[in-house]
């Protein structure tokens, strides 16, 4: 399967404690992007790399979350300190963007996470 | 006001019908737009592209309009399948994030 690929697919954790979360986009993508998404909403933008390079962070991505591309590849998304708020759907999506031209975000299957 | 705005529905038409949502947006200097179909519980799935000059594939018909800041989908013969969430997605520039409407609910009835 060549798509975008996320793990875990589901997390239980209790409130206070850390997680984290892996995306693999799509292998020639350079652009990697973090949604989340709560019930009834669509998804909410957190934060987007070209490359290793985090370009965007939105005012949703508070000090207790951070993400990280470190080779260009794969990213991770920690949460320290979770709280019940934190529980959603965490997507990731990635996308081919050469020079200035439209482009399509693909996703990935997402990972639920619960804060009990 | 947000900034994608979208009727929530849900729509219940039988099958067969022609059934149009819209989207509004609020950011002129909007500049991508996509439709993603969402089935529950599962990652949206890029639908369509939207150009300036309307795109259509298959039963599926997309429009822009710039002036009113709004743009469409079309669904002919609905089926069954069609069941789902519609969500647009509008970029703000070329590579940057896309803000995504709350999505249209859809039934198609037997």
């Known amino acids: 399967d060549t798509g975008v690929s996320q793990n875990p697919r589901h997390k239980i954790t209790k409130r206070g404690q850390n997680v984290t979360f892996r995306c693999d986009p799509i292998?020639?993508?350079?652009?990697l992007y973090w949604y989340r998404q709560t019930l009834g909403q669509g998804p909410e933008f957190l934060t987007y790399f070209q490359n290793e390079a985090q370009l965007e962070k939105s005012r949703l991505l508070s000090d207790r979350f951070s993400a990280e591309r470190p080779k260009g590849s794969f990213s991770t998304l920690e949460i320290q300190r979770t709280e019940q708020g934190d529980s959603a759907m965490y997507l990731c999506?990635?996308?081919?963007?050469?020079?200035?031209?439209?482009?399509?975000?693909?996703f990935g299957p997402g990972t639920r996470l619960t804060v009990t | 006001r947000k900034e994608v705005e979208q009727d929530p529905g849900p729509f219940n038409v039988p099958e067969g019908a022609t059934v149009a949502f819209n989207c509004t947006y609020s950011?002129?200097?909007?500049?991508?737009f996509f439709w993603y179909r969402q089935d529950c519980r599962k990652e949206p799935k890029l639908l369509m592209s939207?150009?300036?000059s309307g795109n259509e594939d298959g039963r599926f018909t997309a429009q822009l309009n710039r002036a009113s800041q709004y743009i469409s989908l079309l669904i002919r013969d609905s089926k069954l399948s069609d069941s789902a969430t519609y969500l647009c997605a509008v970029g703000r520039a070329y590579g940057q994030n896309f803000v995504f409407g709350p999505g249209t609910r859809l039934s198609v009835l037997p």
């Open positions: 939207v150009y300036s």
């Open positions: 999506a990635s996308s081919l963007v050469l020079a200035e031209s439209s482009y399509e975000q693909y």
């Open positions: 950011n002129s200097a909007s500049q991508s």
């Open positions: 292998s020639e993508h350079n652009r």
